[in-house]
């Protein structure tokens, strides 16, 4: 089931499930954040609320007062059942043609009045529909990483094999340990300590805040498929330095074994 606001999803449900339900967690931050649409800056705020929609991370909602250069125009009100004077609504956002550009608009935006609680005045502009997000001078992607969260990068030399489907396909005498808050522990090895011969470049890619784009391989063995069983990043965001150019198996799909022992 996709998380409440997740890209392409039924904004008139987030704004139901808001007014309902409510934020798990709401966030002030001192950060600049900048928002540029259609080529052109539509937020520059040092006023962003970080947003809980569900437990897994937070979303940027920034003040309907620190938009500019952009019109915005409500194209579908949801009223609440549990507040009868709580009005959120779904919007369009324009920004109009200028210096050859084409007028853009986007319906990927819910907007709250000033009646609404704690997110009374503020506007949800969808990460994918913007061009780019920028916090302070830093691009982010996908959504903001969770101030609650953290990844520690650990390297060991305690051994480690990976086996699908009991054979053993990777062995390394070290690994880089990646913690990340909430998350099972995942494994970075040389990419020289896997066999060569089951690899099979994915055309899969996944992006993630907190280390960049990840690529994917396939793996075959014995004639099966394996789809998308490792990743690795060519270069990471600097905090994740430490894994760029490793491989990591999905702790779920294969077995994995570390000091002699199968980690569950």
């Known amino acids: 089931m996709p998380l409440p606001g997740a890209s392409g999803s039924d904004l008139s449900e987030l704004a139901t499930h808001l007014l309902k339900q409510g934020p798990n967690k709401v966030l002030p931050t001192p950060r600049r954040v900048r928002i540029i649409f259609n080529q052109t800056v539509i937020v520059d705020t040092t006023s962003p609320v970080l947003v809980w929609e569900h437990d897994y991370y937070p979303h940027y909602y920034v003040p309907e007062s620190e938009i500019k250069n952009a019109t915005l125009k409500d194209v579908q009100p949801v009223k609440g059942e549990a507040d009868a004077t709580a009005r959120v609504a779904v919007a369009e956002l324009t920004v109009a043609e200028r210096d050859g550009i084409p007028a853009k608009t986007t319906n990927r935006v819910v907007r709250f009045d000033s009646s609404w609680g704690e997110l009374a005045g503020l506007v949800r502009v969808e990460f994918a529909a913007a061009d780019i997000w920028l916090e302070e001078d830093l691009p982010i992607y996908g959504h903001p990483k969770d101030p609650f969260k953290r990844i520690d990068i650990l390297p060991s030399t305690r051994p ?12 390394a005498s070290f690994a880089n340990h990646l913690h990340e808050t909430g998350l099972r522990v995942r494994y970075y090895l040389p990419l020289g300590a896997v066999d060569p011969a089951i690899l099979r470049p994915s055309k899969t890619t996944t992006y993630c805040p907190y280390k960049g784009t990840a690529e994917y391989y396939d793996v075959v063995l014995d004639g099966k ?4 069983v490792i990743w690795y990043y060519k270069s990471t965001i600097h905090e994740s330095a430490a894994i760029a150019g490793l491989v990591s198996f999905y702790n779920e799909k294969v077995e994995i074994y570390l000091d002699g022992k199968r980690v569950e």
Do not use: C, N, S
Request: aromatic share 6%.
């Open 160 to 171: 480690i094999e990976v086996r699908i489907a009991g054979k053993t396909v990777a062995k």
């Open 225 to 228: 498929e394996y789809k998308d």
